[in-house]
């Protein structure tokens, strides 16, 4: 019920920060309307490592404490994230081609950071979906999370050498629509943006969460039946 | 006995093991070296023939033969592929899973290390580049990069050894988590080749040796799971 | 493209998807729970 509630909350916010994102708050005097890809963009990138953090930690609880529920949230974690994830590169492409006249900028630190992201949690997925029993899988994908999440700073601060010591031209940065001394109205549209996503994460992994649990169900009533239906064979005999 | 000599031994014997089975003719390591030459060749000609270009681009070649060869490579340190079984009896009993992770791990990096060094005079030689005259830092970044990927390899070849699909799933989730390494030793590399005109060859270094502490402790302290329930 | 197909692009693949997985999410939970 409360899960309810939460979800048609973020519904509305989802809808009026759209709202004000798309039509209310006024074009960037550099940037024109592409700036406002950020607001959805930033918001999706954000929940994406969000997202991956998650799944690293209950990735580590799961080894530790060897409860299935914490292997259900790492789940729920690396699904909703990969979504997140491709929304923000999507959003970084849409946003870029208007600006940079490109969809793809090597020299972008961020964008090619995302895009391993999305690498090693389709790796993760896939690896998942390759084990069968529960207990295995969640071993399996805890230690690639917990990997994969190592790696991720190591990406991102190799990339930022990479961009640093190659300092061309200025390109046109995302980072503006970050900067504090943004216009006031810019910031709230952005911490709204962010807090509504935020709300519709909070809903998804908690349904998600319950998906994996009543699929890990399934699987054991699966498993049992047919240990049963052997071991009638077997006593028919 | 301390421990760290035990464990040392232990990983040490699993290593000795691994090379005596590889000398003994397996001949998987000829064959990897022989697929990092077509590598080469084919970037020559699907790069070349502006051998201004090919130079330019050597250094990425150069790390991308070695990687794409690596996984290769790494395929053959696949856990259960003792001919005795002698690593699934080891697991049984209570042996340091770290020492086990170093045994292999220390085969993979000298297999990468030998391939590395090969690669390098390969280059040299296709896409005339000088390494004599930047030998030594040429050396430091194969031995840093030769570590990583046998680090990273021992590892995910564990947590794919019993996996459908393992032949794709093991670079797959293998290379991804490669690219700071491939990053760092293309730029290594291309630094040392032209004499280190920014003086960035020393923070690329670093970055590599930073990447190869942090995969091997990762692959050190979870590799106990992997042998249990993996 | 204008500026504002971009932006629409933009927009619509990320809320529209969000919307999509909300609803896949409760088909899959539905049919979970009736033991399909």
Redo the contacts between chains.
Sequence with gaps: MKTRVLGLVAFLTVATTTVIGLLVVPADLNQGDAQRIMYPHVASAWLAYLSFGVTAVAGIGWLWKRDLRMDSVALAGAEIGVMFTFFAIWGGMMWGRPIWGVFWQWEDPRLTTTALLLALYVGYLLLRRLTDDPERRATRAAIVGVVAAVDIPIVHFSVEWWRGLHQTATIASPDRVLDPAAPGIFVLTLLGTVGAFTLTWGYLMIRRYQLAQLSLAREETARLDLLMSVRSAEVAR | MSAPIIEARIALAIARKDAVAELRGRHATVSTLFFAAIVLLLFGFALGPDSARLADAAPGLLWLAVVFAGVLAVNRLHLLETDDGALEQLALYPVPRRAIYAGKALGGVAVMLVLGLVVLGAVGVLFAVDIGSAWAPLLATVVLGAIGIGAVGTFYAAVTVRLRAREVMLPLLMLPVLAPLLLGAVKATAAALAGDPFGELGAWLQLLAAFDVIMIVAGAATYGYLLEDG | ?T??G??I???G???G??GL??VT??R??RA??K?R
Excluded: E, Q, S, T
Aim: no cysteine; charged share 15%.
């Design positions: 493209m500026d504002a971009f932006v692009a933009a927009y693949v990320i809320i998807g969000l997985y909300v999410l409760w899959r939970i979970a729970r033991g």
